[in-house]
Structure formats: structure tokens, C-alpha cells
């Protein structure tokens, strides 16, 4: 097995409108003892301008995994994942959606589309911070995420 996520720090980047879930999901994360920087969108057309570094994200770092709501404004997650998938410098970033959908059709349109993981939102609070921690002992204590060197990266 490969060195874990957990020696070093997680940028991660949280895709989601409802201002509630994101407060939520920083809560659950700042029960962390790694260091993981959130950096948090409110719609899917900032998430792209700051995956692509356009201003004002030119000086970004590239997030070491997504997690991605899919009922965005402005672009939903449904082109914010196409796009990921889709572009030869960004595929490697794993994208996790995490939405309200349980249906079928949503799930399976996701994983098409090259989604690492798809989860759906309880609307129990407890339920949702032991899913959040569930997320981060999965993604940064078991998996090793990819690093980009800097040819990769664009540096």
C-alpha cells in the first residue's frame, strides 16, 4: 500500500451552494487532526474559472480532490464534472459528488461521467458529520491521492 494522504496537507476543494452544508461540512472537518484547507464555490462556472486559474485564482493551488454538489447555479455539477474528466490536466483529481439525489438515473449518470465516489446527503445531522468523517478517513488516511509534478502542474 502506498503512503497515505495524512503526512501532508489536503487542499480541498468543496463545490456547493447551500450555505448551511457548507458550514456543516467545515464544522466536521475542523474535528480534524490533519491539516486540510477548504476552499469553498457557490456555483459550478467559479469552480471551472478556479480550477483553470483565471483571475482572480491565478495563484491557486490544485486541489487534491473535489467534492461536488450537482443542483448548482450558474453551471451545474453536471458540467463541472464533465469538464474535470474531460480535461487531461485535471482527470487525476478525484471528485466525490455529494448531493441530494439518491435516484438511479443520478447515480449512474455520474459514475459515466468518471465520478470517483457518489454520496448522498442524510438529512440527519449526526448522520452527515459520520459521513464527512467517513469521506476524510477513506480519501486522506487509506487512499494515496495523486501528486502533480511540476511539468504536470503547470508550474
Known amino acids: ?21 457548507v458550514a456543516l461540512t467545515e464544522e466536521a472537518f475542523e474535528e480534524s487532526s490533519r491539516s486540510v484547507t477548504i476552499v469553498h464555490m457557490d456555483n459550478g462556472a467559479d469552480a471551472l474559472s478556479y480550477l483553470q486559474k483565471e483571475a482572480p ?17 450558474r453551471l451545474d455539477g453536471w458540467g463541472v464534472l464533465d469538464f474535470v474528466k474531460s480535461n487531461p490536466e485535471l482527470r487525476t483529481i478525484p471528485v466525490v459528488v455529494l448531493t441530494t439525489s ?10 459515466s461521467l468518471h465520478a470517483n465516489a457518489y454520496m448522498a446527503k442524510p438529512f440527519d445531522l449526526q448522520q452527515f458529520f459520520d459521513l464527512i468523517h467517513n469521506f476524510e478517513s477513506f480519501w486522506f488516511d487509506t487512499v494515496t491521492l495523486p501528486t502533480m509534478s511540476e511539468s504536470e502542474s503547470g508550474a
Not at 500500500?1 to 452544508?21: C, F, H, K, T, Y
Not at 485564482?57 to 447555479?73: E, G, V
Open 1 to 21: 500500500m502506498g503512503e497515505p494522504s495524512q503526512n501532508r496537507p489536503i487542499e480541498l476543494l468543496l463545490v456547493e451552494d447551500n450555505a448551511a452544508d
Open 57 to 73: 485564482h491565478t495563484d491557486r493551488k490544485r486541489p487534491d480532490i473535489i467534492l461536488l454538489d450537482l443542483n448548482l447555479p
Open 102 to 111: 439518491i435516484a438511479p438515473t443520478d447515480i449512474a449518470r455520474a459514475y
